[in-house]
């Protein structure tokens, strides 16, 4: 079989760029590694400048026919592609697995699903753009969701599939066209993807992808002069190379970052409950840029919390995440793991305590032992950064004021959870959180319909229902004098 082919778990998926609906080699090639065992999974296109180019052409090309079908005419081919993921869950879920590491059972279960809802939703919601009017004395202000144009789409590898889908979903349902950079540590299911909206009759050009490394393939689609938005999700650190080019190009961007959440147990929360999503925040390896990594705790409670999160997380087995009972996987890559064991080696050095874990895993070399970190000085390395693996920090807090002033000490504002079973004092300190998104006795549930995204140094813009429109649209005012037009 050739390069341009790579077979992945039983399933053959194009290793090449998806552009103006064919298949696009580039001579140069990058390897993609399995996190699962470590073995050499393909050799990718790795795109640049000239597919870029081809790339942005083909959506400019393609853009004036797919505006103009508008949300009812866009419908039944997004709808098609929606059903078309569904119908390739078993590959979908397998390729994802081998590709970054999440759990197959996740990704069967919960992330297949998401990926066609994210496609379906925005294709119903796009109905509800026409026709909006705000009445003024002396004219009536039609207000039009008018397609922004072409759309630069940037995932990450901790969760493509469902990050893919969640650009594009919105992105064409306005009536935009797009060019997505899938990451290159994890590019294989958006390739799958493709095949699926082709088959679905999404007509060529709409959708293009342009596989590549992010500082040169990503780095020519954010500075291509003919794009009209950016939407990026990844490091913040990237965000803000990114926004140079979208600051000379006066490109809308939007910046879904990175986070280092607040978890907070009241000492009157259902404990059992707190418990079972305190163990939850080890899912994707804690690789998850939503998770609750700083964990506080009441004061009068801590001890025996302490016993339920150590039940919580007994009973998590890492291993290889083709297994059912697997709730651990592996890092993505040697480089990943070794910057999330800095991290922790690091916090020992300073004299952080490992109330659990603080090593390597030996069930492989990618995998690491679920981990608290306690004893965590303010303001120190680990209180700070994002490490993106699966450690957790520990702190006890007395009364709501403490507990506020830890949650918003952070550079980051992207989730948060809270347990307590008081609505007022659950609503106050929510109410007091710098973040995007506060979850109250619960974790990680997200309506489409709501907003999402990041304050602070997590983030620019929301996304999610009207938000995802009003960032993939241009938003236009035709202002009409009244009783100005020919009577007949
Ligand atoms: P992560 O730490 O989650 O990998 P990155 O910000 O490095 O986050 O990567 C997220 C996405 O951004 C990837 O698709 C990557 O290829 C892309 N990327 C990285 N650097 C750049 C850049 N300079 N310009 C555009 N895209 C980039």
Known sequence: MSESTATIAGVAVSTDHFIAGKRVASKGRFPVYSPVDGLLLAKVSAGGKAEMDAAVAAARKAFPAWAALGPKGRLPILRRFAEGILAHKEKLAAVETMDNGSLLAGNLHRIVPR?????????????????????????????????????????????????????????????????????????????????????????????????????????????????????????????????????????????????????????????????????????????????????????????????KVKGAVSHMKVGDPREPGTRVGPLITKEHFERVSGFVERAKAAGAEMMWGGNGHNFGELYYQPTMVGNVARHSEIDQKEVF????????????DEVIAMANDSPYGLGGSLYSRSEDRAMRIAGAIKTGTLWVNCFFVRDLAAPFGGAKNSGIGREGGVWSFDFYTDIKNVSVRKDSFAQH
């Open 389 to 400: 693996g699966p450690v957790l920090n520990w702190y006890t807090f007395a009364g709501d």
């Open 115 to 307: 990926a066609a809802h994210n496609i379906q939703f925005f294709a119903e919601w796009a109905l509800t753009l026409e026709g909006h009017a705000i009445d003024s004395p002396e004219v009536v202000n039609h207000v039009r969701y008018d397609p922004a144009g072409v759309a630069a789409l940037i995932t990450p590898w901790n969760a493509p599939m469902m990050l893919t889908t969640w650009k594009i979903g919105p992105c064409l349902a306005a009536g935009n066209t797009a060019v997505v950079k899938p990451p290159e540590w994890a590019p294989l299911t958006c390739s799958l993807l493709a095949d699926i909206a082709q088959a679905a009759g999404l007509p060529d050009g709409v959708l293009n992808i342009v596989q590549g490394i992010g500082e040169v393939a990503g780095d020519a689609l954010v500075n291509h002069p003919d794009i009209d938005r950016i939407s990026f999700t990844g490091s913040t650190d990237t965000a803000r190379i990114i926004g140079q080019a979208a600051a000379r190009s006066i490109t809308p961007m939007s910046a879904e970052l990175g986070g280092k959440s607040a978890l907070i147990v009241c000492d009157d929360a259902d404990l059992d409950a707190a418990a079972q999503t305190v163990a939850g925040q080890y899912m994707n390896a804690g690789q998850v840029c939503l998770a609750g990594t700083r964990v506080m705790v009441e004061r009068k409670i801590a001890e025996s919390f302490l016993e």
